[in-house]
């Protein structure tokens, strides 16, 4: 059974980088699956940010490619996302998810394991 | 703003049928790309309840089914139970833009 933690400070200032990291188990982040993070602001919808294979290889919602970085370390089984010069908009539950390949080109996925999520806010 | 819409809110009596519509467009579910569902209960992560239009995840009781036509497509929940109150979200890809998932606006259901 795959499971998925996500990790990072709770609170980040205006301006600043949020940075969070989902450690994987239960199964290697080096498989054939994309790995993403979704977030969802308080009392709202889902917003899928970005995805990343174990090749390093990346996807990023284009609204958020600008700010968004999200990087792998094999060795850890683990992936991160930052996201800079963050807003009060960026408060939200951060998830990371698994993403199953359902097609190659272009990449579609659905996602079958998620983390119970972490809320960030942005905040001085 | 999403590009996917679902009615804001649905109801339905203990044992009921209920469906949830996830409206696209040509960039979207019309281009051909499918549709995953996903339940979210009260403060919990999304759980995934659909994948491909129409199939179920082992675990997923068969109450649930999905279905795709044209720009559109919909989550029937038959037998409603207490049980099957929370928020539901559609997912799929556009090719808008850059190309990015995307998820429906969000639909939550009450069962009366």
């Known amino acids: 059974q795959v499971q998925l933690q996500e990790s990072g400070p709770g609170l980040v200032k205006p301006s600043g980088t949020l940075s969070l990291t989902c450690a994987v188990s239960g199964g290697s982040i080096s498989s054939s699956n994309w790995w993403s993070w979704v977030r969802q602001p308080p009392g709202k919808g889902l917003e899928w940010i970005g995805e990343i294979y174990h090749s390093g290889s990346t996807n990023y919602n284009p609204s958020l490619k600008s700010r968004v970085t999200i990087s792998v370390d094999k060795s850890k089984n683990q992936f991160s996302l930052k996201l800079s010069s963050v807003t009060a908009a960026d408060t939200a539950v951060y998830y990371c998810a698994r993403g199953i390949v359902w097609g190659a080109d272009p990449p579609e996925r659905y996602f079958d394991y998620w983390g119970q999520g972490t809320l960030v806010t942005v905040s001085s | 703003q999403s590009v996917l819409t679902q009615p804001p809110s649905v109801s339905g009596a203990p044992g009921q049928r209920v469906t949830i519509s996830c409206t696209g467009s040509?960039?979207?579910?019309?281009?051909?790309?499918?549709v995953h569902w996903y339940q979210q209960l009260p403060g919990t992560a999304p759980k995934l309840l659909i994948y491909?239009?129409?199939n179920r995840p082992s675990g997923v009781p068969d109450r649930f089914s999905g279905s795709k036509s044209g720009t559109s497509a919909s989550l029937a929940i038959t037998g409603l139970q207490a049980e099957d109150e929370a928020d539901y979200y559609c997912?799929?890809?556009?090719?808008?833009?850059?190309?990015?998932?995307?998820f429906g606006t969000g639909t939550k259901v009450t069962v009366l």
């Open positions: 491909g239009n129409s």
């Open positions: 040509s960039s979207n579910i019309g281009a051909g790309y499918d």
């Open positions: 997912q799929s890809y556009d090719s808008s833009l850059s190309g990015s998932e995307v």
